[in-house]
């Protein structure tokens, strides 16, 4: 799987957007950018997950640059709650190693009252 | 529609014990991973399983872990012989597919 880069840490106020960037400059054409989020102690939680267009849910918004070389993901009102460690990964959905999801050391977001 | 069920959620073992981890995958899900977080450290693969098969076992260590999905019931996570090196949180996922793993709420494990 390709390398990110994430910052370390971020601070967001709460109410506002957080917006997560991630580098992953050497992501293959079959490759999709997957983010997760752990919250203290707990599992890690399924975010979003995209190709090369953009994506919405429930959770959150994708924004995938036109070269895929990075990416942005956009927490639209941070809450308290979504105070948790972010991993951006990148990998193939599909075949032989598409299963291994490989973590980094993710953004630490703090979502401040 | 439960999640990933992990038990236990915390176990205390002394060196040279056993410790065996379960893991019951969503409903519907045939896939099962082990992964393993050490303090302050990031989650690493250990073990990809489907149904009474280990599909890839790069992540485990060679001697002392084992792991299995039987036909019928949890996958089990099983260490021999603790050591203190072993302290971790060790977090089970599950998936239908290729796509999107769920994960459990993991067990805390601690070697005494």
């Known amino acids: 799987d390709a390398k990110t880069t994430q910052p370390p840490s971020m601070d967001c106020a709460e109410g506002r957007a957080a917006n997560l960037p991630c580098n992953h400059s050497?992501?293959?054409?079959?490759?999709?950018v997957y983010w997760y989020r752990q919250i203290h102690s707990q599992g890690p939680q399924y975010i979003i997950h995209?190709?090369?267009n953009n994506e919405t849910n429930e959770m959150a918004s994708l924004i995938i640059t036109e070269d895929r070389k990075s990416s942005t993901l956009i927490l639209p009102h941070a809450t308290l709650r979504d105070t948790a460690v972010y991993y951006c990964?990148?990998?193939?959905?599909?075949?032989?190693?598409?299963?291994?999801?490989?973590f980094g050391k993710g953004t630490k977001l703090s979502v401040i009252p | 529609n439960a999640g990933v069920m992990q038990n236990p959620r915390h176990l205390v073992r002394r060196r040279g014990q056993e410790a065996r981890l379960r893991c019951s995958p969503m409903?519907?899900?045939?896939?099962v991973y082990w992964y393993r977080q050490l303090p302050e450290e990031g989650l690493k693969f250990m073990v990809y399983?489907?149904?009474?098969?280990?599909?890839?076992e790069s992540g485990m260590p060679k001697e002392r872990f084992s792991a299995e999905f039987p036909k019928e019931g949890p996958s089990i996570l099983r260490i021999q012989q603790v050591v203190r090196g072993d302290s971790a949180a060790y977090f089970c996922a599950s998936s239908a597919g290729a796509e999107k793993l769920f994960f459990g709420s993991g067990t805390q494990l601690s070697v005494l």
């Open positions: 995209g190709l090369k």
């Open positions: 409903k519907g899900h045939s896939h």
């Open positions: 990964i990148v990998r193939v959905a599909g075949g032989a190693g598409s299963y291994q999801l490989t």
């Open positions: 399983l489907q149904k009474e098969n280990i599909i890839d």
């Open positions: 050497t992501i293959s054409g079959n490759e999709y």
